[in-house]
Nanobody, 116 residues
Framework: VQLVESGGGLVQPGGSLRLSCAAS??????????QGWYRQAPGKQRELVAT???????NYADSVKGRFTISRGNAKNTWYLQMDSLKPEDTAVYYC?????????WGQGTQVTVSS
């Protein structure tokens, strides 16, 4: 199973970006319990940003609540992170994640830089 992120880039404070993650490979025999987004800023540990369960329940880090929205495509092998009202402290490498316990899958990461 491969996860590929897209949509990162440079944006000014207050701007928006939409990240996408697409899962491919032998996914038809795999059950994704949850899909999500994590981020890692320079010198910091990787942290949870948002998750969505197979039943559609969402969870957000306090720092992004009300600004970021996680969603999933109809096929459920694609999920998104809509990021609005971006702040400089949102600058990080963003990784998508799929929880298919006992296996966990990660994308390669996409850089998001919020700067004027």
């Amino acid at each position: 199973v491969q996860l590929v992120e897209s949509g990162g880039g440079l944006v000014q404070p207050g701007g928006s970006l939409r990240l996408s993650c697409a899962a491919s490979g032998s996914i038809f025999s795999i059950y994704f319990m949850a899909q999500g987004w994590y981020r890692q800023a320079p010198g910091k540990q990787r942290e949870l940003v948002a998750t969505i369960t197979s039943g559609g329940t969402t969870n957000y880090a306090d720092s992004v609540k009300g600004r970021f929205t996680i969603s999933r495509g109809n096929a459920k092998n694609t999920w998104y992170l809509q990021m609005d009202s971006l702040k400089p402290e949102d600058t990080a490498v963003y990784y998508c994640n799929a929880d298919a316990r006992p296996s966990m899958y990660w994308g390669q990461g996409t850089q998001v830089t919020v700067s004027s």
